[in-house]
C-alpha cells in the first residue's frame, strides 16, 4: 500500500509570493492534517479536511488556506508568504479519528527569502 | 500556549538499557495520547497510544504509562537498539476524537553501541 505522498519535496519562494502544496493520502483514507514544523515552535497543527470539509483548524492567519477534494487528496495554500513561514510542511492521513493511526509524509521543505 | 511540553531536548542511553521519555500535559481534558517517533528527511511515524481510561499500554519493547493526576505520561523502551535513535514526540488531540493533535517539542534519543 502506497503511503501518503506529498509535492513538492522543496520549494523556494520570494516574500510575497503564494504557495500551494499537495498531499496524497493513503488510499481509503479520508482525513487529512496539516501541521507546520519551525525549530522555534515545533509541530503545529494547521488544519484537518475530513469528506472535503474543514473539521478542525489551527490557530494560522488566514493566510494560510487548504482544500480537499472528492478523492480525498488535500492542498494547502499560503498567500503573501512571510520569511517566517519558512517550514516544513507535513501532511498526515488517517481513515476517520483520532484513534486512528495518522499516517505522515515526508513533508514540503518551504523556504521563503 | 505549550499544552504538551517535554522538557528534555536530548537524551543519551547504552545500547540494551533503558530509555525514559518523558512528557507533561497542562490541559486535563485530553483523553488520549500518542507518541511518535521521527527520523531525519522523513514525517513521524506512529508508535503506541493510550487511552486516559488506562494507565499502561505496552508494545513489544515499548510502554507508555500515564499519570492523570500528575499530567504526565512517560514512554519506555527495553531493550534500547541503536536503530531506536530519532526525535520521539508526544501528542495529544485537542478536540477528543479529532485529528487537531498538539505536538510536544520533542526529544532527540541517542543510543549507544
Not at chain 1, 54 to 63: D, E, L, Y
Request: aromatic share 12%; charged share 15%.
Amino acid at each position: 500500500k502506497a503511503g501518503v505522498t506529498q509535492t513538492p519535496r522543496y520549494l523556494i519562494k520570494t516574500r510575497g509570493q503564494q504557495v500551494t502544496l499537495s498531499c496524497s493520502p493513503i488510499s481509503g483514507h479520508r482525513s487529512v492534517s496539516w501541521y507546520q514544523q519551525t525549530p522555534g515552535q515545533g509541530l503545529q497543527f494547521l488544519f484537518e479536511y475530513f469528506s472535503e470539509t474543514q473539521r478542525n483548524k489551527g490557530n494560522f492567519p488566514g493566510r494560510f488556506s487548504g482544500r480537499q477534494f472528492s478523492n480525498s487528496r488535500s492542498e494547502m495554500n499560503v498567500s503573501t508568504l512571510e520569511l517566517g513561514d519558512s517550514a516544513l510542511y507535513l501532511c498526515a492521513s488517517s481513515l476517520r479519528t483520532s484513534t486512528d493511526t495518522q499516517y505522515f509524509g515526508p513533508g514540503t521543505r518551504l523556504t521563503v527569502l | 500556549d505549550q499544552q504538551v511540553k517535554q522538557n528534555s531536548p536530548s537524551l543519551s542511553v547504552q545500547e540494551g538499557r533503558i530509555s525514559i521519555l518523558n512528557c507533561d500535559y497542562t490541559n486535563s481534558m485530553f483523553d488520549y495520547f500518542l507518541w511518535y517517533k521521527k527520523y531525519p528527511a522523513e514525517g513521524p511515524t506512529f508508535l503506541i497510544s493510550i487511552s486516559s481510561i488506562k494507565d499502561k499500554n505496552e508494545d513489544g519493547r515499548f510502554t507508555v504509562f500515564l499519570n492523570k493526576s500528575a499530567k504526565h505520561l512517560s514512554l519506555h523502551i527495553v531493550p534500547s537498539q541503536p536503530g531506536d535513535s530519532a526525535v520521539y514526540f508526544c501528542a495529544a488531540p485537542f478536540t477528543s476524537g479529532a485529528n487537531n493533535l498538539f505536538f510536544g517539542t520533542g526529544t532527540r534519543l541517542t543510543v549507544i553501541p
